[in-house]
């Protein structure tokens, strides 16, 4: 059984940094990109970004470009989301996510086939 859980979140002043990370288990991941989505209050849930598990190709989405960076570690099978420059805007449920493919198909369809339980981030200004 895949099991993702998230750790990281928490409360954050603008301009400031977070580092989400996100355990993955219950099978190899070789054939899957592991990314972040979330889901602010009253909006609906957007894509952040993503990587390959295998070839660490990465994807971002055009409003945390330049600022958010997705990496893995695959010794520790786990996924990490390196927020910086933090906006208000930016507060958020993050979940990570696992689908069977590629960023591209993680980013395109929207609708991972594995959820983790999500972490809070919260941006004061």
């Known amino acids: 059984q895949v099991q993702l859980v998230e750790s990281g979140g928490g409360l954050v002043q603008a301009g400031g940094s977070l580092r989400l990370s996100c355990a993955a288990s219950?099978?190899?991941?070789?054939?899957?990109?592991l990314g972040w989505f979330r889901q602010a209050p009253g909006k609906e849930r957007e894509f952040v970004g993503a990587?390959?598990?295998?070839?660490?190709?990465?994807f971002s989405a055009d409003s945390v470009k330049g600022r958010f960076t997705v990496s893995r570690d695959t010794a520790k099978n786990t996924v990490y989301l390196e927020m910086n420059s933090l906006k208000p805007e930016d507060t958020a449920v993050y979940y990570c996510?696992?689908?069977?493919?590629?960023?591209?198909?993680?980013?395109?369809?929207?609708?991972?086939?594995?959820w983790g339980q999500g972490t809070q981030v919260t941006v004061s200004s």
């Open positions: 219950g099978r190899t991941f070789n054939s899957y990109a």
């Open positions: 996510a696992a689908e069977e493919g590629s960023v591209a198909t993680m980013f395109l369809r929207s609708n991972p086939d594995y």
């Open positions: 990587i390959n598990w295998i070839g660490d190709k990465t």
